[in-house]
């Protein structure tokens, strides 16, 4: 069973940045990819970024690509999505999840991001 826990959540004013971290309970953590979801009032759950197992490859949805950046430390087991130039828009929950092809996806319990002056 594999345990993830977010951090870094809070209230922001446009403009500003925030740093959140999942941190995974798996001794085989480098072996999944690694993902940032996000859900706001009333919207479907939607892609933020996703990362390699080895961190090679990250993708980004359009809506926050050259703002955000994700990223692992898969010695500590611990994924990071730095969001900067936040908007009112960006506020929502955020989850991490992760993804083996052999051993399954799992979800944190979200943290939830609030931009508004």
């Known amino acids: 069973q594999v345990q993830l826990v977010e951090s870094g959540g809070g209230l922001v004013q446009p403009g500003g940045s925030l740093r959140l971290s999942c941190a995974a309970s798996?001794?085989?953590?480098?072996?999944?990819?690694m993902n940032w979801y996000r859900q706001a009032p009333g919207k479907e759950r939607e892609l933020v970024a996703t990362?390699?197992?080895?961190?090679?490859?990250?993708n980004y949805a359009n809506s926050v690509k050259g703002r955000f950046t994700i990223s692992r430390d898969n010695a500590k087991k611990t994924v990071y999505l730095q969001m900067n130039n936040l908007k009112p828009e960006d506020t929502a929950v955020y989850y991490c999840?992760?993804?083996?092809?052999?051993?399954?996806?799992?979800w944190g319990q979200g943290t939830q991001v609030t931009v508004s002056s």
């Open positions: 990362i390699t197992s080895a961190g090679a490859y990250t």
């Open positions: 999840n992760a993804r083996s092809d052999t051993e399954g996806v799992y």
């Open positions: 798996t001794f085989t953590f480098s072996s999944y990819r």
